[in-house]
């Protein structure tokens, strides 16, 4: 089945360690997101990918990087892990099915711990 | 980002009975979502809705796009416990970013 895929589900990191988290998709669509959810919080949109095209929120931490090498894949690297970027980290895409109809669909997510 | 609220922010009801919520922002959209989120999982796609004043139906939810285009309402009618977790809208003026409101936690009581 088509799908949006993370890997890992669950991330254990260091304070101060580099960790990345992993998203990949089979359903070709061009645009790419990454979203912070903490507990009991709404997701929160940390920046998305239209084709190549970066777009960053204004007010995501420079801490939070992407990239994204093809269109199956992205990846969110947060340089410098603190006890504050412990979050469900889920990963979106979606792809304009003209007239401006645009579904998005989700990862099942992963869960990121700092110790 | 956008702020957009949800009300109630959290529901306990008996099975069988209607559900009602909505999502409200500050901004016009063009495009509003529903999702049915469980703990420890993505967001799943329950309605899409593209038009001010539009009603779609999925089963025994229906979800309206307010005709302000700042609005958005959905209904889960004979609620089972299956319908438990927790209900985001998300909405879309133009590019690609959509905008998540505060949620509504919905529980069944059997």
């Known amino acids: 089945d088509a799908m949006v895929i993370q890997n890992p589900r669950y991330q254990v990191t260091q304070f101060g360690k580099p960790v990345t988290l992993s998203c990949s998709q089979t359903?070709?669509?061009?645009?790419m997101y990454w979203y912070q959810q903490k507990s009991s919080q709404a997701p929160k949109l940390l920046f998305h990918y239209y084709d190549k095209d970066f777009n960053n929120e204004a007010d995501t931490p420079d801490n939070f990087q992407s990239r994204r090498p093809n269109t199956s894949f992205c990846f969110l690297d947060i340089r410098s892990p603190g006890l504050g970027d412990a979050a469900m980290y889920l990963c979106a895409t979606s792809r304009d099915r003209g007239q401006g109809k645009v579904w998005q669909y989700f990862g099942p997510g992963t869960r990121l711990t700092v110790t | 980002g956008q702020q957009l609220n949800q009300s109630p922010q959290s529901m306990f009801i008996q099975e069988g009975e209607d559900v009602s919520m909505n999502c409200t922002s500050s901004s016009i959209f063009n495009t509003w979502l529903w999702y049915k989120q469980e703990p420890g999982e993505g967001p799943v796609l329950l309605i899409a809705l593209y038009k001010a004043g539009e009603l779609t139906s999925n089963g025994r939810l229906t979800a309206q796009f307010g005709i302000t285009r700042k609005d958005s309402f959905l209904n889960i009618s004979a609620s089972i416990p299956s319908d438990v977790g927790i209900y985001f809208c998300a909405g879309r003026y133009t590019g690609n970013q959509f905008y998540f409101g505060t949620g509504t936690s919905l529980t069944v009581i059997p």
């Open positions: 359903l070709n669509h061009n645009v």
